[in-house]
């Protein structure tokens, strides 16, 4: 089975901090994500990934960067935490090929709380 | 502009068969239509995934008309432990990935 770790279960941060949220996945998979899921918005993408070194921004990409230095992790930094970014992040990975055709493989995210 | 639309909570009792029915105004011709689940404090999960007609496995099926503008998710049977939120998602004529925002199902006993 697929599995992507997402680093912290529950996290709490000061506003302006720099957080670091951290995903790997152990199946070589080439695509990754990250979504925020807040109640009554569903899933928006934040950012995605379909190689080493490569970044795309998804809906949401404001107030968010990401790194991926090696195929198995892709981190999500938020430059300057504000309260507005308290949400549950997701991470998620699916092998190559149009993400339409792939089914997305989900960490158990993490809460993040910025106060 | 494409957007997918699925109703916010369902009721049902333990056994019933359970359909969900999600909308898809703008889908892609060559698009696939995915189905998840979601428990509390976890990640959503794969369930099933069709692209037309009727896709069947061993925890669902999914029946898809042949405009493929809906597509319905069925749960035979439920149990208490199939309480969750349930998701549709496609992706739209930009390619972009569409998700709905989740039918929240609750079996009672």
């Known amino acids: 089975d697929v599995k992507v770790t997402q680093s912290s279960r529950y996290l709490v941060k000061r506003t302006g901090e720099k957080v670091f949220l951290e995903c790997v996945q152990d199946m070589d998979h080439e695509n990754m994500f990250w979504y925020r899921q807040d109640p009554g918005l569903g899933l928006r993408l934040i950012y995605f990934s379909y190689d080493v070194k490569m970044k795309e921004k998804g809906d949401i990409p404001e107030g968010y960067s990401v790194s991926r230095e090696k195929k198995e992790r892709f981190s999500l930094i938020l430059e300057s935490a504000s309260t507005n970014q308290t949400s549950m992040y997701l991470c998620?990975?699916?092998?190559?090929?149009?993400?339409?055709?792939?089914?997305?493989?989900f960490g158990d995210g993490t809460r993040l709380s910025i106060l | 502009l494409a957007k997918t639309t699925q109703p916010i909570s369902m009721d049902s009792y333990e056994g019933q068969e359970v359909n969900i029915t999600c909308s898809h105004n703008?889908?892609?011709?060559?698009?696939?239509i995915t189905w998840y689940q979601q428990f509390p404090s976890q990640g959503p999960r794969f369930i099933i995934q069709?692209?037309?007609?009727?896709v069947t496995n061993e925890v669902a099926s999914l029946f898809i008309p042949a405009d493929r503008k809906s597509s319905t998710l069925s749960l035979p049977r439920v149990s208490l432990s199939d309480t969750a939120v349930y998701y549709c998602?496609?992706?739209?004529?930009?390619?972009?990935?569409?998700w709905g925002l989740g039918t929240s199902l609750a079996v009672n006993p």
């Open positions: 069709g692209y037309k007609t009727k």
């Open positions: 998602r496609h992706a739209g004529n930009n390619r972009k990935l569409i």
């Open positions: 998620a990975s699916s092998l190559a090929g149009t993400d339409e055709f792939q089914p997305q493989h």
């Open positions: 703008n889908i892609a011709t060559n698009d696939y």
